[in-house]
Structure formats: structure tokens, C-alpha cells
């Protein structure tokens, strides 16, 4: 089993090259499937669990205000110009900044910016939340493909 990552940080690029910065939280990350339940008849001990299709669910990242925060006002105006789903990166960094795991989503939109609470007496964090739309989770390559028999392996060529 691997060492838990304390204090993490999550770097988040765009098609591999557009860098969006470093962020503090990321939350929502996860799916879900709808399940259908089904009675057979004659079948009493149990009901049959219909699997539907898979739903995502938005990806809110957050962090404070600081020089980075220009990236996301270039790629939120060019998405305002016109949308174009593309690819997210979401890295977990460890505190030395080594790569723990990362997530990659396709179908990536913005919907949803939210700028600082501008207080100058307030006593706050100024902090920035990106909420954003895909439609999968990807990268689970080969290997991934394979466990979920996709892929045959066979001696013929």
C-alpha cells in the first residue's frame, strides 16, 4: 500500500499544453450509473439491477487569487468566443512536487466561473472556483481496457 499524500497540490492543464495552475481543492470528481430495478417473474429471492448509462459529475476546482489567475481568464474568454470541449489534466503533487496520480477528462467545458468576494476589510483568502462539465474519465489505457475485457490477447498474428 502507498504512502498517503498529506499535503497535496493539483496542477490542472488543458490539451497537454494550456496550463491553468496550481489549485488548492478540487471536488465533484466522481461518477455515478442509473440503475434500474427489475422483478422477473417467478423470481421472488431477488430483483435484477439494471445498469444504465454513466453520469459525471461537474468538477469545481479552487484556489486563491494570485499571478496564474490571468490562464484562466484567457481560456475562459476564448470559450466565450466558442466552445470547444477539450481535455483536462487534473495532477495531485505532494508538497516537493512529485507526481502522485492524475486524472484525465475529456469533453471539458467551463460552466461556471466565480471570482473573490472583493472585501478590503475582510480578512479572507481572495479565492477563485472553476466549475467545469465532461463527459468521461479517461486514460485508464491498456491495462484498463484489458481488466474490463476489451482486449484479447492471443498468439496468432
Known amino acids: 500500500m502507498g504512502e498517503p499524500a498529506l499535503t497535496l497540490t493539483y496542477k490542472c492543464t488543458i490539451d497537454g499544453i494550456i496550463p491553468l ?3 488548492s481543492k478540487i471536488e465533484g470528481l466522481g461518477f455515478s450509473h442509473e440503475v434500474t430495478k427489475y422483478r422477473e417473474g417467478g423470481v421472488n429471492g431477488y430483483m435484477h439491477n439494471i445498469i444504465g448509462p454513466v453520469t459525471y459529475d461537474n468538477v469545481r476546482l479552487s484556489r486563491p487569487v494570485d499571478s496564474d489567475s490571468m490562464l484562466i481568464s484567457i481560456w475562459l474568454a476564448a470559450n466565450l468566443i466558442k ?11 505532494d508538497s516537493a512536487g512529485k507526481e502522485i496520480t492524475t486524472w484525465n477528462l475529456a469533453g471539458v467545458v467551463p460552466v461556471k466561473w466565480q471570482g473573490p468576494s472583493l472585501d478590503i476589510f475582510g480578512n479572507q483568502v481572495a479565492m477563485e472556483t472553476l466549475e467545469i462539465a465532461y463527459s468521461e474519465i479517461i486514460g485508464l489505457g491498456g491495462l484498463g481496457a484489458a481488466l474490463a475485457g476489451a482486449v484479447t490477447i492471443s498468439g496468432g498474428f
Open 83 to 93: 466552445i470547444v470541449p477539450q481535455t483536462m489534466s487534473i495532477t495531485a503533487l
Open 21 to 23: 495552475g496550481m489549485w
